[in-house]
């Protein structure tokens, strides 16, 4: 089994940043945690899921169009933990952001195929 920890979230003026970060532990099928795509999903209330970003195994990245520019997701492999570096937040940005862990070695933009998910961390943009 794998467990997921986001944290970082919060409360953030228009215009600002905020890193999450998303602590994994455990391990599944022989593998270590460094050989998953980990991604970065969110939803806002009354919103589908929506894919944010996602890096592969080989530190390959994918942003959401929306984000694009803006966010930027990394690894550190060392420490088990991915990371979000979210700047010039806008009030769009506003929902629930979730870690999510996905077994494969492509990149998938679609929540279905991932394996592992964590609780999620709250993010508010005010204007």
């Known amino acids: 089994q794998v467990q997921l920890v986001e944290s970082g979230g919060g409360l953030v003026q228009a215009g600002g940043s905020l890193r999450l970060s998303c602590a994994a532990s455990g391990r599944t099928s022989g593998r270590t945690l460094s050989t998953y795509t980990m991604g970065w999903f969110r939803q806002a209330p009354g919103k589908e899921r929506e894919f944010v970003a996602a890096?592969?195994?080989?530190?390959?990245?994918y942003h959401a169009d929306s984000v694009k520019g803006r966010f930027t997701i990394s690894r550190d492999n060392t420490k088990n933990t991915v990371y979000l570096q979210m700047n010039s937040l806008k009030p769009e940005d506003t929902a629930v952001y979730y870690c999510a862990a996905d077994l494969s070695i492509v990149i998938h933009t679609t929540a279905n195929p991932y394996d592992y998910w964590g609780q999620g961390t709250q993010v508010t943009v005010s204007s």
């Open positions: 890096i592969s195994w080989a530190n390959r990245t």
